[in-house]
């Protein structure tokens, strides 16, 4: 800006004047809660994966009394196939806590909406029953043409960094 007297900032055209450093674009609101959301429920699944990973090496702890496809199910929570499962599941809520990450970074819309689906999927330790809303709502979020446009402009203000 300049008035009739000149520049309103003389310090604008002076050799130590600093531009100001471009800020990186922070995460609105409506992503992070969602990306937060996702952190939780893959957190409790991780929890619940390494816990019966763990007890999937030991002993089975079959009751007599219960009927004979509930035997069969406490019989199947030990062994190496049990033991694969677990560690798969554990694996899938790591994936999703790092999808979640890139989302609150706005580093990977890609990441993100992977992370959203997966949590849906995530039958492990029934998970998806919570998983599928917070799922259904960071899609719809990720989903939205500002967010998308938020998500290009970082990629591209990196690309340039």
């Known amino acids: 800006m300049s008035s009739q007297f000149g520049s309103v900032n003389p310090y604008a055209s002076s050799p130590l004047s600093y ?18 959301a996702l952190i939780a429920i893959a957190g409790l699944g991780l929890a619940v994966s390494v816990y019966n990973f763990a007890l999937s090496f ?25 033991t694969a499962l677990q560690g798969g599941f554990a694996m899938l809520n790591v994936f999703i806590i790092v999808c979640a990450v890139q989302m609150m970074k706005l580093q990977s819309w890609g990441m993100a909406v992977a992370g959203s689906v997966l949590a849906m999927l995530n039958i492990g ?23 998308i446009t938020i998500f290009s402009a970082a990629r591209s203000q990196n690309q340039m960094a």
């Open 19 to 36: 531009a100001p450093r471009q800020q990186r674009e922070q995460a609105p609101g409506s992503l992070l809660a969602p990306a937060m």
């Open 58 to 82: 030991g002993q089975a702890h079959i009751d007599p009394s219960a009927p004979e496809f509930v035997r069969e199910f406490q019989r199947g929570t030990v062994g190496p196939v049990a």
């Open 125 to 147: 330790s029934c998970c998806c029953v919570v998983g599928i809303p917070v799922g259904l709502w960071s899609l719809a979020v990720l989903m939205s043409p500002d967010i």
